[in-house]
Nanobody, 115 residues
Framework: VQLVESGGGLVQAGGSLRLSCAAS????????MGWYRQVPGKQRELVAA????????NYADSVKGRFTISRDKTKKTMYLQMNSLKPEDTAVYYCNKPYGVLYNWGQGTQVTVSS
């Protein structure tokens, strides 16, 4: 499976962005998936996860109530709707499985939130 993240950009605090994760390969649709973010010098942080069917989601406390994870199995695409963005949300965002044998990492998409 190859993962391609997109949708990042520069936004003012309080603004919104919608990230996309497009996957090739058939196993993507059967796996729990997640969104991670990483800032320089820090470990990659899992911020949201979603089951294969999309019926269950989980969020880090830092984004709960502001971010929404979703997926479209027919399009092999996962999304992260980010609202009420804060400067501390600035990071490179990646998608991948939340545990187990991970897929190869994509290039990520940069999100920058200005104050």
């Amino acid at each position: 499976v190859q993962l391609v993240e997109s949708g990042g950009g520069l936004v003012q605090a309080g603004g919104s962005l919608r990230l996309s994760c497009a996957a090739s390969g058939s196993t993507f649709s059967f796996n729990i998936m997640g969104w991670y973010r990483q800032v320089p010098g820090k470990q990659r942080e899992l911020v949201a996860a979603i089951t294969s069917g999309g019926g269950n989601t989980n969020y880090a406390d830092s984004v709960k109530g502001r971010f929404t994870i979703s997926r479209d199995k027919t399009k092999k695409t996962m999304y992260l709707q980010m609202n009420s963005l804060k400067p501390e949300d600035t990071a490179v965002y990646y998608c991948n499985k939340p545990y187990g044998v991970l897929y190869n990492w994509g290039q990520g998409t940069q999100v920058t939130v200005s104050s």
